[in-house]
């Protein structure tokens, strides 16, 4: 098998040193030349919970993409159309492309592209942090859930497959939508809040407005899930957040990454999707609101901040 992971950010150069380490055919596509000499130089470097080690995964710009089996989306989500248009002429009619992006919408876009028969949804629990071109920090470790399941063997357990091998901890599921949303609610919960107040993701809970803000976030994000008759994979949703807080406690949280980045978020994948929805179905959200509102302005202002 064949895998193309596109977007070199922390969570693409995890996946794609990890899968080129076990034996796998892994490459990297990227669309910044000065960044893709760069990482052909100096190979994947990564630290942290998984150890530290240098992966040589070539990245390519402009070559073929014949025989790519799977494509790993790891880009930001207000990319998924630009890029999924660019790759729809690139790749062979068979390849699956998978999304494993923050936020909501993903999968309708790539469907919408692609054909709902080559697309993949998934979700990680993984936590990553870059450091520089090429370089992450592998802050933590958790689940890798891709679906839907088919009744036979097919794409999404051939590549549950390839990722355990990887070293991931990788399952499918038939409920893709109740995955998206039990992914949503978790990063409702902690990217923004981390991005406002700067800090990282173990100590939102350990603080009592971190703690009362969160779970505000996660109320409003599951009544709008329960409005969807949305299936969220696991029972105690506030109790999940706070796992993942633990489980990935020394992470800085990609909407963190981004501000501290200067770049543009995801918010309006993820609280602002919150929003969105809650006023459809006339559900107020007004923590959610205020988050999505700060992150905006703080994108707005980048420049000005003292």
């Not at 999404?156 to 893709?176: C, D, I, W």
Request: glycine fraction near 10%; aromatic fraction near 4%.
């Amino acid at each position: 098998m064949r895998f193309l992971i596109v977007g070199p950010g922390a969570m693409g150069c995890l996946f794609a040193a990890r899968l080129k380490m076990a034996g796998l055919d892994a490459a990297i596509f990227d669309y910044n030349k000065e960044r893709a000499e760069e990482l052909n130089r100096q190979g994947i470097i990564v630290e942290g919970v998984s150890g530290n080690y240098t992966v040589r995964v070539p990245v390519m710009v402009d070559e073929s993409l014949d025989g790519i089996d799977f494509v790993l989306l790891c880009v930001k989500s207000n990319k998924t159309r630009g890029v999924g248009e660019s790759l729809k002429n690139l790749l062979p009619p068979e390849t699956i492309v998978i999304t494993l992006q923050n936020g909501i919408g993903n999968l309708e876009i790539l469907e919408e592209i692609f054909g709902k028969e080559r697309v993949l949804g998934g979700v990680t629990a993984e936590g990553a942090t870059s450091l520089g071109w090429g370089r992450i920090r592998h802050a933590g470790i958790g689940s890798t859930v891709i679906g839907p399941r088919r009744k036979t063997e097919g794409p999404p357990e051939r590549l549950a497959s390839a990722l355990n091998k990887a070293g991931f901890r990788a399952e499918t599921t038939e409920n893709v939508e109740g995955l998206l949303w039990g992914k949503l609610v978790i990063n409702v919960g902690i990217n923004a809040l981390t991005a406002v107040t700067r800090l990282k993701n173990g100590r939102l809970p350990e603080l009592k407005g971190t703690r009362m803000i969160m779970e505000d976030l996660v109320r409003e994000a599951v009544a709008v899930s329960k409005a969807k008759n949305i299936q969220l994979p696991y029972d105690d949703p506030l109790g999940r957040v706070m796992e993942v807080c633990r489980d990935t406690a020394g992470n800085v949280a990609s909407m963190l990454q981004d501000v501290l980045n200067k770049k543009e978020t995801e918010v309006d994948f993820i609280n602002g999707a919150i929003v969105r929805e809650g006023e459809a179905l006339g559900i107020p959200t007004p923590a959610n609101r205020t988050l999505t509102s700060l992150i905006k302005a703080i994108q707005e202002t980048y420049q000005e901040r003292l």
